[in-house]
């Protein structure tokens, strides 16, 4: 039976609180694990028929070394180790099999809406997720915060968890035994 695995980043804990929601609208229909980066594997069970990744924009990208560490001495962010997350985990992680059904999504700052159009985090998770052979069933989605700190702006849970329900539609499982 085909399970799905949702790898996030965060640093505040408001893409924590995304891929547990989108996990929570996926598990209607799919057994769902979570997982931060920092502890995902460096391979992907076979029994993964859909992989949802997603974490915080950090200067309009996905959060590197030098943005960990900018979270740390500007905005009193903990984080354990500021050299790997979710870029480095999908540059290195094997998977199943290619045209593994995936999809991608980000956290980004409400406010300044000509800014926030150039963030790319997403795009990005996009484009990595491709190199591994996945193969994209929906478009990105982006979820709002209130502040950098979060918290996550009213009704983003709820979209969130909708937004996972919609993914089991869109995924071809044929291929997991
Ligand atoms: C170093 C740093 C850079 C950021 N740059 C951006 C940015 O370019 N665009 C944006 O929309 N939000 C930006 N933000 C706000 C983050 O998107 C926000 O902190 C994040 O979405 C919260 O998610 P998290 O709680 O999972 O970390 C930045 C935050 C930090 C700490």
Do not use: C
Not at 23 to 49: Q, T
């Amino acid at each position: 039976m085909a399970r799905a695995l949702v790898v996030y980043e965060s640093v505040f804990g408001d893409a924590r609180a995304i891929a547990y929601a989108i996990a929570d609208g996926l598990s209607a229909s799919l057994a769902a694990d979570v997982l931060a980066a920092a502890e995902a594997p460096a391979e992907i069970g076979a029994d993964v028929g859909l992989l949802v990744v997603g974490g915080p924009n950090h200067a309009f990208g996905m959060p590197r070394p030098s943005t960990r560490e900018g979270a740390v001495t500007q905005h009193g962010a903990v984080i354990a180790d500021t050299t790997t997350g979710l870029h480095e985990w999908l540059q290195s992680v094997r998977v199943p099999r290619t045209g593994l059904a995936a999809a991608a999504f980000d956290t980004r700052s409400s406010g300044h809406r000509m800014l926030v159009k150039m963030d790319h985090a997403a795009r990005t998770e996009e484009k990595l997720l491709g190199k591994l052979g996945a193969r994209i069933v929906a478009p990105a989605a982006h979820f709002f915060v209130a502040d950098t700190t979060g918290p996550l702006v009213d009704g983003e849970e709820d979209r969130a968890r909708t937004w996972g329900r919609s993914l089991v539609g869109l995924a071809d499982f044929r291929a997991v035994s």
